[in-house]
Nanobody, 115 residues
Framework: QVQLVESGGGSVPSGGSLRLSCTYTSSGYCMGWFRQAPGKEREGVATITSDGVRRYRDSLKGRFTISRDGAKNTVYLQMNSLTPEDTAMYSC????????????WGQGTQVTVSS
């Protein structure tokens, strides 16, 4: 069982930056960030394995960076050059790296980008 707690969301103007944090209770999992905008389906943003291998949604490459600090049991999502289209609820998730199903989810943190 893994518990996840996100933080760092907020309201920023277009072009601004935010860093989201997700603290987890157990290590050794693959971690991911997802987002869901109002009226849209949830989409994957970025993932990172327990070995530090990163993957990104193609459209977000170059603006978003996922990282993890094992000593702090925290995964981060650095978001730069934000646009109103990035407005969404951002959620952290964890899964066993041997599976494909994201088993554990945080409660989410809201990101709002104003034009």
């Amino acid at each position: 069982q893994v518990q996840l707690v996100e933080s760092g969301g907020g309201s920023v103007p277009s072009g601004g930056s935010l860093r989201l944090s997700c603290t987890y209770t157990s290590s050794g999992y693959c971690m991911g960030w997802f987002r869901q905008a109002p009226g849209k389906e949830r989409e994957g943003v970025a993932t990172i394995t327990s070995d530090g291998v990163r993957r990104y949604r193609d459209s977000l490459k170059g603006r978003f960076t996922i990282s993890r600090d094992g000593a702090k049991n925290t995964v981060y999502l650095q978001m730069n050059s934000l646009t109103p289209e990035d407005t969404a609820m951002y959620s952290c998730a964890a899964r066993h790296c041997s599976t494909v199903t994201w088993e554990y989810w945080g409660q989410g943190t809201q990101v709002t980008v104003s034009s």
